[in-house]
């Protein structure tokens, strides 16, 4: 069958395998094509660029009770010890 | 027989004559310039590479430093995430024994803080793992398991169109780490999602490799491991969608 367009499920396909490989030009094209008019295949990509961008994230909310938590010395005491009993 | 050419015409051939030569000795100074930047800015970089990866080098060779020096910010990340101290610093204690373990392994491609936080937060979801699997939901089993052809076919038409189209997230991209709901939940969702999948999808995305190390690292093909990442991402995305905006598909 001659493919001159992808449907939405090879688009999530291929989108997908666009963050991981790089894509031929021509299917980077059909991708492109099938983004102009479909709005779900276009949510689907932002949505998977979120998922890896706050996979990502190392900062922590302003507004977090966690960030003003901190090891007690003894805990601290108890890792050195645990670190030093490996690398002995 | 040699056409009488006019002064005008003469003039105008001289005039391009010179704006080509003042152009084209413009650009050769601006382009001198240019590359003499980009010569300088590449050596720079090397000279920065050097210095930051022996820094580096310094702080990975003491372990017992990496505690006062990164252990309050790992305590307040896994706090965050997991919100029982004890855990937290359990986590701790684990991810920098693994940090030990896996030092040779660190090749400076990453500051040492990056680093450690992708140990602690494989730490985090294996934690949530364990916490999601001890009660055998079957909620839990019927969402991720779905074998190959199933896999497909729950989520797309016979003409390839969505079952359940995709919904509106309300996340803003740009400040992901204040919207602290939606990043809990994808923790959660990770610790959900089958073992395999959710180990290679944090080997991609956390630890930054490419699908060529994945691959060695696991003994998976190249095919293999981007259906492992493409399914990955749409049980993920869908876990979000239920459990995040409680939509029901």
């Known amino acids: 069958m001659i493919h001159w ?19 031929p030009i021509h299917h980077r094209m059909m991708i492109t094509m099938h983004l102009l008019i479909c709005k779900y295949c276009n949510r689907f990509r932002k949505q998977l660029m979120i998922l890896t961008n706050a996979i990502r994230l190392e900062k922590l909310p302003e507004d977090d009770p966690a960030r003003s938590g901190s090891l007690s010395n003894a805990t601290r005491e108890r890792i050195k010890k645990a670190l030093r009993e490996v690398s002995h | 027989m040699s056409r009488p050419r006019s002064k005008e015409v003469d003039d105008a051939a001289c005039t391009h004559c010179t704006r080509f030569l003042f152009m084209s000795s413009v650009g050769a100074k601006y382009f001198s310039s240019y590359l003499k930047n980009v010569f300088w800015s590449i050596a720079s970089t090397r000279l920065t590479m050097n210095k930051n990866s022996s820094e580096i080098k310094a702080q990975i060779d003491n372990p017992e430093n990496w505690v006062d020096e990164y252990g309050d910010f790992l305590y307040r990340y896994a706090l965050s995430k997991l919100k029982d101290p004890s855990i937290a610093e359990d986590l701790v204690q684990e991810t920098f024994l693994a940090a030990l373990k896996a030092r040779q392994n660190f090749q400076g491609r990453s500051t040492a803080k990056t680093w450690l936080v992708a140990i602690l937060k494989h ?3 294996d934690h949530i793992r364990r916490k999601v699997r001890e009660p055998a939901s079957d909620k839990v089993e019927s969402l991720f398991d779905a074998t190959a052809n199933d896999f497909s076919d729950a989520r797309f038409n016979g003409r390839g169109g969505w079952k359940h189209p995709p919904a509106k997230w309300a996340v803003n991209p740009t ?71 409680g939509a029901d598909n």
């Open chain 1, 5 to 23: 367009m992808f449907n939405c499920k090879e688009v999530s396909e291929k989108v997908s395998l666009s963050m991981d490989a790089s894509l």
């Open chain 2, 123 to 125: 730490k985090i979801v």
């Open chain 2, 175 to 245: 400040s992901l780490y204040e919207q602290k709901e939606f990043i809990d939940i994808l923790y959660h969702c990770l610790g959900e999602l089958p073992e395999r999948q959710a180990k290679v999808f944090m080997m991609r995305e956390i630890d930054d490799l490419g699908t060529d190390e994945i691959c060695k690292a696991l003994g998976i093909s190249a095919t293999n491991s981007w259906v492992i990442l493409y399914r990955a991402r749409m049980l993920l995305r869908q876990c979000l969608e239920i459990k995040w905006l």
